[in-house]
């Protein structure tokens, strides 16, 4: 490696920071979707070097499932309040009540599917013209083919056979009134890399990302917190154990994992040998092989 | 993996069922990229084709429109990585009519891999990719010579495809052409060498990917800055900050450097480069920095910063290499289009198509100027503005164009500038 060779991380620390000036520069009015988890603290984090010495010059859009760890809400909370960005809050609860959406029942009841319908209808009120996510393509079959800038229709639905070229560094953000675009600029991260940066940059993470004591139970394989809002069947006992989660989103449908990772670094060595990938732990994404990619049509991400 | 392995693009392409799916899952599987859920989940899906074991292709496969057509429509992207590099593959499909996708694809590839059949030898899709590869200036090419399971493990049927292949690859302009024999179904020469092939004295595919120099892949002479975004945080703290914000497209910049700013012309020096974590001395390409001037010019974007003695070319008129992308409108003499340059957009004009590009042959075809979806041709435009270039096979940053229906707003055209 030569002197003037950027190292992987390096190489795509730059290449997020320039998909982000390029969104502010050629959107009137961008949003980043914050879920608080790690990637979305990631775009947080390259969204401030992006514009060092100004404050990143767009809000953070939460969408609250009202099923949200406290860790997470409280996470954000400070989140915000280091960056000075502003944040705005879109509450699945409040679409319930006014009967935008209709809550799901039973024991794999889960507000996942609600958040959709939030999501459009926030970004629709906010007017915003560019929303930018923390997906990365590493994550999801259906997300192999996504682009940095993702067009949107008026109705925010994805086509998959109707989606830009992207060539070199050169991204078409032109669109038609009512239009929209996701962009998506740690596209090419995988989840390696992003913990191997977050550790490298001693970025602040939720204390639920490491290995703490929490009563859970098991469905389909997969381990569940106990909270008030899932449902256990009778055969699905309770126990204590030491457990992390992988990815953080809404309580009833994250897996936890059986993991004694304290550090950023246990963490790497945990995801560097592991053998399922880290949305394998989402119920959601198990409901059919193409579910991802079924959500993503209506305009899930 | 370490934390500071280099980065490697890669594209593959080759015709429908040379083995192009396979031979990603084979990496990815033998590379141990794969996981569990992942390969149970290819298990199943296997098992539901009414086949056996696990198809090794059906772990690249990415839309369920594909999956049920069983080809590949799209560029994919794909990861992995060993101690030495991460590797990102752009997974082109072979089809005919999707040349679009192998272009994008080999935008931003260090290497090319082009699948031949051994059975087959060289296709008209073989000399397609290549010369897309090369017109791409994708630094290096590989083929990969492949089934040769298929062939009794043959070498003279491999030296005779090498052959052939070698003799057209010279007439490309391509800097570094090697040839690999393997089998992907078996896993022949992909990540372990092969017992089949003692005669073959070459590296395996993975050893070449981790170990080919692509240290000078980036322009490192021409120094050029295209300014993206201006910072002025307007706080008391920063009040007089004005920062231009960009990626470095060429060269190195250093602090205390003699700058041009274009286009106005206007000479000054570089005061800083800043960086949340603090100031460069130097940077580089593929650098993000925010470069400060010693006097305030009011630079805006779209504007270059470039050294006195070494400036692009600064015109209205460009000759173009295009591929048309557009399927329901060709490309017409006299049509205007936007068209965007680094951080530049202008409009321009279609002043001439001289003439299309047969990429079977490399013939120039002057009779037949429709430019329909796929097809390659030399044009000449006239933009609105002055853009910054540079020859393509200088710099494939600053020497590239997109070319946007002002209509629909689609990409349809990608431009290499001569
Ligand atoms: N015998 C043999 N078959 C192969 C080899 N590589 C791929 N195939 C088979 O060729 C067919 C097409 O392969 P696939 O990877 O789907 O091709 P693609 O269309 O280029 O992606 C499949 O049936 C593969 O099993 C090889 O090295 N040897």
């Known amino acids: 490696m030569n002197q003037y060779h950027l190292d992987h991380l390096r190489e795509l620390e730059s290449e997020s920071i320039f998909i982000l000036r390029e969104v502010a520069a050629q959107f009137e009015n961008p949003v980043l979707m914050f879920s608080g988890g790690k990637d979305s603290i990631l775009m947080v984090h390259l969204a401030q070097k992006a514009f060092f010495p100004a404050k990143i010059p767009f809000p953070l859009l939460h969408i609250d499932t009202g099923h949200n760890f406290p860790e997470t809400i409280r996470f954000r909370d400070e989140l915000v309040e280091r960056t000075g960005a502003r944040l705005i809050v879109g509450h699945v609860d409040d679409a319930i009540a006014s009967g935008l959406v209709t809550e799901e029942k039973g024991f794999n009841a889960s507000r996942n599917g609600l958040q959709t319908a939030v999501l459009l209808d926030s970004l629709e009120k906010g007017k915003f013209d560019a929303a930018l996510g923390g997906a990365r393509r590493d994550e999801e079959k259906a997300r192999a083919k996504e682009r940095f800038f993702s067009h949107r229709d008026e109705f925010g639905q994805w086509d998959p056979k109707n989606q830009r070229p992207e060539l070199w560094n050169l991204f078409n953000g032109k669109k038609n009134m009512g239009e929209h675009f996701r962009v998506f600029p740690i596209s090419n991260w995988t989840e390696l890399d992003v913990w191997q940066y977050l550790a490298v940059e001693n970025v602040p993470l939720p204390s639920l990302y490491f290995a703490h004591e929490r009563e859970v139970f098991e469905r389909d394989g997969t381990l569940l917190a106990v909270t008030p809002i899932i449902q256990r069947r009778e055969n699905e006992v309770p126990k204590k154990m030491m457990v992390r989660c992988r990815t953080i989103g809404d309580m009833t449908c994250t897996g936890v994992w059986a993991s004694k990772a304290q550090t950023t670094e246990d963490i790497i060595s945990e995801v560097a040998t592991t053998r399922m990938t880290e949305r394998g732990g989402r119920t959601d994404d198990k409901r059919s092989e193409t579910s991802m990619e079924d959500r993503k049509k209506t305009g899930y991400f | ?418």
């Open chain 2, 1 to 418: 993996m370490s934390n500071n392995s280099e980065l490697l693009r890669f594209t593959t392409a080759g015709s429908v069922d040379d083995g192009k799916s396979t031979l990603i899952g084979r990496l990815l599987y033998d590379s141990k990229s794969i996981f569990q859920d992942q390969l149970e989940a290819v298990e199943s899906a296997t098992l539901r084709r009414g086949e056996e074991g696990v198809n090794l292709a059906l772990l690249t496969d990415g839309l369920k429109s594909e999956r049920e057509q069983g080809i590949t429509i799209d560029v994919a992207y794909r990861y992995f990585s060993t101690p030495k590099r991460k590797f990102i593959i752009a997974d082109t499909p072979g089809h005919i009519q999707y040349t679009r996708n192998m272009v994008t694809g080999a935008s931003t590839a260090n290497v090319a891999l082009v699948l031949v059949d051994a059975r087959n030898g060289i296709v008209e899709q073989t000399r397609r990719h290549a010369i897309i590869a090369s017109l791409l200036q994708i630094p290096h090419l590989v083929f990969c010579i492949n089934k040769m399971d298929l062939v009794d493990f043959d070498q003279v049927r491999y030296e005779e495809i090498k052959e052939e292949l070698e003799g057209f690859a010279a007439k490309l302009n391509i800097k570094d052409v090697a040839f690999i024999p393997m089998s992907a179904l078996n896993g022949d020469n992909v990540v372990e060498r092969s017992l089949a092939m003692q005669w073959y004295g070459g590296s395996t595919l993975l050893y070449y990917l981790e170990n080919v120099h692509i240290g000078s892949d980036y322009n490192l002479i021409d120094a050029r800055f295209p300014v993206q975004h201006v910072i002025r945080p307007n706080t008391d703290e920063y009040h007089d900050y004005r920062g231009y914000a960009g990626r470095i497209a060429g060269g190195i910049f250093r602090k205390g450097d003699e700058v041009t700013l274009l286009p106005s012309g206007f000479k000054s020096k570089i005061a800083k480069i800043d960086t949340i974590d603090g100031e460069l001395e130097e940077a580089f390409p593929p650098q993000s920095i925010t470069i400060l001037l010693e006097n305030d010019l009011d630079l805006s974007r779209g504007d270059m910063i470039v050294r006195e003695n070494n400036q692009p070319r600064v015109t209205q008129d460009l000759e173009l290499m295009v591929c048309w992308f557009d399927a329901e409108k060709s490309l017409k003499a006299g049509g205007k289009y936007a068209i965007r340059h680094t951080t530049q957009e202008a409009r321009c004009v279609i002043k001439e198509i001289r003439y299309k590009l047969d990429i079977n042959s490399l013939h120039r075809n002057q009779e037949d100027l429709e430019i329909n979806a796929n097809d390659i041709a030399r044009i000449f435009v006239r933009t609105t503005k002055p853009l910054f270039v540079d020859g393509y096979a200088k710099n494939r940053i600053t020497g590239s164009v997109i070319i946007i229906d002002e209509g629909t707003n689609n990409t349809v055209g990608a431009g290499m500038v001569r």
